[in-house]
Nanobody, 118 residues
Framework: EVQLVESGGGLVQSGGSLRLACAAS????????IGWFRQAPGKEREGVSC????????SYADFVKGRFTLSRAHAKNTVYLQMNSLKPEATAVYYC???????????WGQGTQVTVSS
């Protein structure tokens, strides 16, 4: 069973930093995409950043470019989202997402709350 366990959320002041972690387990596929989405109160879930294992490409939403960095620890199937220069509008529940390339099976973590105070 695929499991995604997020950690690292919390409360931070505007301009501060947080690092989110997502530990993925329960699969052996080498080809997958993994990343982060977020959902603010009253808004739709939106993509933040993701990377694909087959070409090591990484993409970012325009609203986080230059401030957020997605990285991966291969041995542990863990991805990290380093979030710098946080703004109050970044307040949301952040969800880790995994998609297997072979069948596009889609998995979600339970989410971690990020709150940025002004």
């Amino acid at each position: 069973e695929v499991q995604l366990v997020e950690s690292g959320g919390g409360l931070v002041q505007s301009g501060g930093s947080l690092r989110l972690a997502c530990a993925a387990s329960g699969f052996t596929d080498d080809n997958y995409a993994i990343g982060w989405f977020r959902q603010a109160p009253g808004k739709e879930r939106e993509g933040v950043s993701c990377m694909s294992s087959w070409d090591n490409s990484t993409s970012y939403a325009d609203f986080v470019k230059g401030r957020f960095t997605l990285s991966r620890a291969h041995a542990k199937n863990t991805v990290y989202l380093q979030m710098n220069s946080l703004k109050p509008e970044a307040t949301a529940v952040y969800y880790c997402n995994l998609v297997l390339r072979k069948n596009t099976a889609d998995y979600w973590g339970q989410g971690t709350q990020v709150t940025v105070s002004s």
